[in-house]
């Protein structure tokens, strides 16, 4: 396929995405928001949560097919290949969620 166009078809997949993650965040902040008033910001936090787990996804994933390890590693057997995804992914994400915040010991230390 032309680069192109390839490039072009995958932006419309990440659109598609996106717009489902989109709408699927905000029903879902709609229906967990704890109180009626609370639904407007509810609805915008789940928009946004939709997205930025979504897109990264997307993106990753499609650039992924093109990597040579990847195209490698989709020739094993499916439960391998399974294993495999997920614990590269493990190691990409988990990482960056358990990351300890610096200590902060006095006022001038909250600026930064």
């Known amino acids: 396929m032309i680069a192109a166009g390839r490039r072009r078809r995958e932006w419309r997949i990440v659109a598609i995405v996106a717009a489902v993650s989109l709408v699927i965040g905000s029903v879902f902040a709609w229906f967990v928001a704890p109180t009626p008033s609370a639904r407007p910001a509810s609805l915008l936090i789940g928009i946004v949560n939709g ?18 390890w990847m195209r490698a590693l989709r020739r094993l057997p499916f439960l391998v290949y399974l294993l495999a995804k ?17 200590r902060r010991t006095s006022p001038s230390d ?3």
């Open 51 to 68: 997205l930025l787990v979504a897109v990264p996804a997307t993106l990753l994933e499609l650039r992924a097919r093109r990597i040579g």
């Open 86 to 102: 997920t614990a590269i992914l493990t190691l990409l994400i988990v990482p960056r969620s358990y990351r300890r915040p610096r």
């Open 110 to 112: 909250w600026a930064s």
